[in-house]
Structures are given as structure tokens and as C-alpha cells.
């Protein structure tokens, strides 16, 4: 079962309030425990029982009245880990930037202690404005994490930036910062992280090549969340159906010998390198001009080794740096590690097995043991992705502490 988190979920008057339903519905098939707060504005474009019905909990809609001794709005503080503001007008956005509390929400946005992620909906040039701009840009020195608008027809018939971005990346986007908030507690010392993820393609034609199954999905998790916990994160990515993670820099490439290139440019200056991507260990020896016609009789590739990233990379590390491997075995999963944590002179290494179908390639969730060149072994337990990375960053912090 996935882990629980309370989220509280604040609504405001945008004519996008209707998607904040489909947002609460998804956070709580999540598993999450949801209280929504609405705006006066919002209960006039959804009605609250909407929320009632779909979190199971019930709606703040005002400050008075209410059932209990305790004001709602710091009994919900007490046990939120997130406030989201989903759609979040420029009206709310100035009060969350000049510290007004007139109404439930932003009263309680201002009890609230924990990390805040807005996502704003409004007009193209309201979203333009100076002063939305510039109360934007002091709510992100505080720390506020803003899902950024999409371009695209707003309701009212206007195109440009404004319109609430989709409901799977403001979902991903709080996963991300409930999945980091332990790194941002532990307050650790922004690191330069490289991380590599996805697999390369070695072609055999100009329509065919070789490849494996990677999606990715483990390295742009541990890109996401390190770049959430504030580390300055480069992401080397092969072909995958991925968006590009949030907060990083990332390079695209699509051969082992491109990945090899972009990892030695980049390593140079990085405190920690996390070798996530499933590097072909083999290429066509000849790579055909023109497409290979399909013959009579059978086909013979004559293949050859590529480079080994990971070996290549002992004779270039500088007192201060680190190297994570990833070794994705379907058998004799603690011996093959440890035998490829030795070989290629790695400080740690994650292993994990992608012969399981409930953690193999493509899923979303994955079970990780990490391996140390002191012989001792970290069960990191199973979990989603975007979990496991963040326990895999606070595993190699505290050993580095150490």
C-alpha cells in the first residue's frame, strides 16, 4: 500500500475549480487523506459537497460556525505534510505574498508550516501582470513551489499562459514534494548531482537499433526529488516517453558512446554521480548506410563491446566525489552486485530485481537494496519510485556523513 499523506488541498474562484475535483478524486485513489478548503468564489463555480463526497472529509468553506472548539484551520495545520492551492487565482496569490488572511484559506495558509505548492489559473495577461509577477516571484523566495500554467484557449476565449496546468503533473508535483521532505528537513549542503537514466540505442540501420527495456523511471524520480530537495541536478537521459523533470538541467542523448561523453563532461565537476540509465554493453560492429533488405536466409550481427562508463570513471574521480551504480539483475542478485560494486570501483551500489513484474522495468514502484564498499547492505524496502529515491539520496548522505 502506498504511504499516507495528509493534504490539504485549497480551491479558489477559477473557473478550473471544477478540475480540483478530479485532483482530489486522484489524490485519494493515491491513498492520501485530502481536506479541502474552498473560497467564497469557488463554492459559486463548484458546490462543496462535490469534495465532501470525493475526499470523505469534511469542507471548510468559512471560519465561523464551526463544530469544534479548535479553529479548523490549526487543527488542519497540526496534521498537514502539503498545502496545495489548485487553482490558485492572482487574488489568492497576492494574499499568500502580502500575508492577508480574510477568509479559510488564507488564513489557514498562513497556519500552515509546511511546503506549499501552488498551481495558477487565470486570465493570460492577469498571469502577465507586474504585480502577479512579482508577488509569483517573492512567494518563490520563501520557498513556495509554483506547477506553472499552461499555454493554450482559456475560458474565456483568450490564448497565451494561464490556463491550470494538467491534473497528472500537479499530481506528480506534490508526490514529488512529499517524497523529499525528510532531505529538505535534514538541511543537508546543496550537492552537484549528476544521474543518468533510460537506455541507449545502438543502431544497426537507419531504421533499426539495439536497446533494452528501461522506461526510466528510476533515475528522473531520483532527479526530481533531488532537484525538489534543492541540489543542483543534471539529468542524462537516453530515449524515453518521459517529460523532463522539474528543476533540472537535462541532456538528451541516444548511443552508449554519446552517454559516455556527456557523463565525463559533466562528472568533472559533480560531488555525486548516480549511474540509473541501462547503458548498452554492446554495439553493431557496422552500422549499414541505408536500410538492411530482408533476405532469404538468415541474418548475422557481429557485435562489440562499448565503452565501460562506470570502470572509465575510477581513474577520473577526485578525493570528494562519489559513484552510485545501479545493477539490475534477474538472478544471484547480492553476488552479481557486489562482484560489479568491486570491479568498477564504486562507492555504492543499488540493486535491484527486474526480473519481478511488480518491480521490474516500467513499473512504478521498485525494491532496492544498497550495497557499500565496507560490505554492509541497506534494505531500502519496497516502495514507489519517487519513495525509494529519496531514501536512496538520505542512505548516501548519511554514509557520506559518516
Request: aromatic letters at 4%; glycine letters at 6%; a neutral charge.
Amino acid at each position: 500500500m502506498p504511504n499516507t499523506s495528509c493534504i490539504a488541498l485549497g480551491v479558489t474562484g477559477s473557473i478550473a475549480a471544477y478540475k480540483a475535483a478530479d485532483l482530489t478524486s486522484k489524490l485519494v485513489q493515491a491513498g492520501h487523506d485530502v481536506h479541502v478548503l474552498m473560497t467564497g468564489s469557488a463554492c459559486e463555480l463548484v458546490q462543496p459537497q462535490t469534495f465532501l463526497t470525493l475526499s470523505r472529509n469534511p469542507v471548510t468553506t468559512q471560519l465561523w460556525n464551526l463544530p469544534t472548539w479548535q479553529p479548523e484551520h490549526i487543527a488542519l495545520a497540526d496534521k498537514a505534510e502539503i498545502l496545495v492551492v489548485a487553482p490558485a487565482t492572482a487574488n489568492f496569490i497576492g494574499k499568500l505574498a502580502n500575508g492577508i488572511a480574510d477568509d479559510a484559506l488564507s488564513t489557514y495558509a498562513l497556519s500552515h508550516t509546511g511546503p506549499v505548492l501552488v498551481a495558477p489559473a487565470m486570465n493570460p495577461r492577469m498571469w502577465q501582470h507586474p504585480a502577479v509577477q512579482a508577488n509569483v516571484k517573492t512567494l518563490k523566495a520563501r520557498g513556495v513551489v509554483f506547477v506553472e500554467p499552461a499555454e493554450g484557449r482559456v475560458a474565456c476565449g483568450e490564448a497565451g499562459t494561464g490556463r491550470l496546468a494538467d491534473v497528472p503533473e500537479i499530481q506528480r508535483a506534490i508526490e514529488v514534494q512529499l517524497a523529499c521532505r525528510s532531505l529538505k528537513k535534514s538541511k543537508q549542503s546543496p550537492k552537484r548531482i549528476v544521474i543518468t537514466a533510460g537506455p541507449t540505442r545502438e543502431a544497426i540501420d537507419p531504421v533499426r537499433f539495439l536497446s533494452n527495456r528501461s522506461s526510466g523511471k528510476m533515475g528522473y524520480a531520483i532527479a526530481e526529488v533531488a532537484a525538489a530537495a534543492g541540489h543542483d541536478t543534471v539529468l542524462i537521459s537516453g530515449p524515453v516517453a518521459l517529460p523532463p523533470p522539474a528543476g533540472c538541467r537535462t541532456i538528451d542523448v541516444t548511443s552508449a558512446a554519446e552517454m559516455a561523453a556527456a557523463v565525463k563532461a559533466e562528472f568533472a565537476e559533480a560531488d555525486l554521480l548516480i549511474m540509473a540509465a541501462a547503458v548498452a554493453d554492446y554495439r553493431p560492429a557496422d552500422c549499414a548506410s541505408d536500410k538492411i533488405k530482408k533476405g532469404e536466409g538468415n541474418l548475422t550481427l557481429e557485435l562489440v563491446r562499448t565503452e565501460d562508463i562506470l570502470r572509465s570513471l575510477a581513474d577520473l574521480k577526485k578525493p570528494g566525489q562519489a559513484i552510485l551504480g545501479f545493477a539490475a539483475e534477474t538472478r544471484d542478485l547480492e553476488t552479481n552486485a557486489i562482484a560489479k560494486l568491486k570491479a568498477k570501483k564504486l562507492d555504492w551500489i543499488a540493486a535491484n530485481d527486474v526480473g519481478r513484474a511488480d518491480i521490474g522495468f516500467e513499473s512504478d514502484r521498485n525494491e532496492i537494496t544498497l550495497f557499500a564498499t565496507d560490505g554492509t547492505a541497506t534494505p531500502l524496502g519496497r516502495h514507489s519510485k519517487l519513495q525509494l529515491a529519496a531514501k536512496l539520496l538520505e542512505a548516501v548522505a548519511a554514509r557520506k556523513n559518516r
